[in-house]
Each structure stands twice: as structure tokens, then as C-alpha cells.
């Protein structure tokens, strides 16, 4: 082993690794790595588990966690969690040493750097089916306090009802702050091109409202989006479209328009 090392053919990467090669590690060298240098009852964790699971369009440190008990080291660049919510149920039947999807989607959003970001993990695990939301909520029952504790519970339960993105839930949130009545979720419409699921919709005031996340400025995602929202008009339907930016940085006058047109549809609020 030290002949090889010393040869330059493999190189160390911490007290308890070597790497078989001197070039640059691919991700899952990386987490072995980490798992090795934390030491006993390691396991990848949080956002870092969903990425071993497959979890796209998210970047961050490499998270593992480790039972209270188990006095862990704490290699450079990898953010350790001692904790004492680490159950033998929690992991996965794994060669790399993981929690549950279930499981490492609650952890990643109750270690966010933000509720934002915490609710986009959430969302996230469940569009890219990497979880469902029935087993978010049983992974969710495990944690009795944290700060997050309602917010997970809220946005579990909203994306259980049809909520698919992040905006579509600030959206329902900011209207329920704003007085708005309780639309209709992800209606299902038939258009020549098939099936179409609307992100809001107010059947009985023939109301349709469409988040924009930054993926609807692609230019084939707006011809699709324009199609749309033209079957949508032929069937009568006012559809009224809201950028997420737009919700994040000016929610009000967003709002005033969805309940302008309400009104003029016949809404009494």
C-alpha cells in the first residue's frame, strides 16, 4: 500500500481512505469517502442521500448523519448531524450507507438554510419520484419539535393536494392571506394535445391561474404554454399567467388582478 502510494499511483484522502487513483474523485467517491472519515454508524443524510438517489438541479455540502452516541469525526467539506433521531429503520437497504428517501427529504428541509429551500427539497423529492407524500407525512411523524415542524406539515399536505411546485404554493398561501376563495387544484382539462392538469383554477367563476417558474422562459416551453393557454380561452376559460419572480417580489399586485377578475366573473368577496 505505501509502495503504491509512494509510486503516486494511489493517493491517501484522509485517515481512513485511499483512493485506488490520483485523479479527481467522482461524487460517489466523494460520499464513500465521507462515510469512511466520519467513522462508525455514518450514512449519507439529508439532500445528499436524495442526490444518491438521484435528485437533480441541487448542489450543497456533502450532509451524513450519525447516531448522538456514536462520536463521529468531522472531516473538511462534509457537515456532520448527531442526532438522536438516526433510527436502524432509517436506512436503506444500500451498499452505500443511506437513509430512506422518505427520510432524507424530511432531514434535508429541516437542515435548509431556509423555509424556502426547505419546501423546494419537499417538492422536489416528490416531482423527480423519489418519495411520495404519504411517505413524507410517516416520515414526518417522527419529529415532534422543530421550528419547521408545521411548515413540513403544511407543505406536505399541499403537495398531497396537487400543489407541484413551489410557486403553486406560495400562490395558495399568499391567496389564502389575501382573502381569495379555495380554488380548485390541478383540474383536469382535454385539449388536442392531451391531457392538461392547471396549476389553479375556479371552476364556477371560469378562472384559470398559471405559475411561471424560470423553465417557461424555454422557447419550446412557450409555444407549448401559448397553445395552452389559447385552448383554454376557446373553451372560455380567463387565464391569467404569474411569473414566480413576480410573486416573490411584488405578491400583491398579482393578487389584486386574480381577485379583480374574480369579481368581474362573479365573485361576491
Not at 450514512?43 to 438517489?53: E, F, I, Q, R, W
Not at 452516541?69 to 429503520?89: D, I, K
Amino acid at each position: 500500500m505505501h509502495a503504491q502510494v509512494l509510486a503516486g499511483r494511489w493517493a491517501i484522502k484522509g485517515r481512513q481512505t485511499i483512493a485506488v487513483t490520483t485523479g479527481e474523485l467522482p461524487e460517489d467517491g466523494e460520499w464513500w469517502t465521507a462515510v469512511f472519515e466520519v467513522g462508525s454508524g455514518a450514512a449519507l443524510d439529508g439532500a445528499t442521500a436524495l442526490k444518491a438517489l438521484g435528485l437533480k438541479g441541487f448542489d450543497g455540502p456533502i450532509h451524513i448523519s450519525t447516531p448522538k452516541s456514536a462520536r463521529p469525526r468531522h472531516p473538511r467539506g462534509v457537515v456532520v448531524h448527531e442526532t438522536r433521531r438516526r433510527q436502524a429503520t432509517d436506512l436503506a437497504l444500500s451498499t452505500l450507507p443511506r437513509v430512506r428517501p422518505s427520510v432524507a427529504a424530511i432531514r434535508a428541509a429541516l437542515w435548509a438554510i431556509s423555509d424556502k429551500q426547505a419546501s423546494l427539497l419537499l417538492v422536489m423529492s416528490v416531482q423527480q419520484r423519489l418519495t411520495t407524500p404519504a411517505h413524507l407525512a410517516e416520515a414526518l411523524m417522527s419529529i415532534r419539535r422543530h421550528r419547521r415542524r408545521r411548515l413540513l406539515d403544511q407543505v406536505t399536505n399541499e403537495i398531497a393536494g396537487g400543489a407541484q411546485s413551489t410557486g403553486e404554493i406560495d400562490f395558495l398561501r399568499l391567496g389564502q392571506e389575501y382573502g381569495l376563495p379555495e380554488p380548485d387544484r390541478q383540474s383536469r382539462r382535454v385539449t388536442p394535445d392531451g391531457i392538461a392538469f392547471l396549476d389553479v383554477e375556479w371552476t364556477a367563476y371560469e378562472v384559470v391561474v398559471e405559475i411561471e417558474g424560470v423553465h417557461h422562459q424555454e422557447a419550446d416551453r412557450a409555444l407549448a404554454d401559448a397553445l395552452r393557454q389559447n385552448e383554454l380561452t376557446i373553451d372560455r376559460s380567463r387565464v391569467l399567467r404569474i411569473p414566480v419572480v413576480g410573486l416573490r417580489t411584488d405578491p400583491a399586485r398579482f393578487l389584486d388582478q386574480v381577485a379583480r377578475l374574480l369579481r368581474s366573473q362573479g365573485w361576491p368577496g
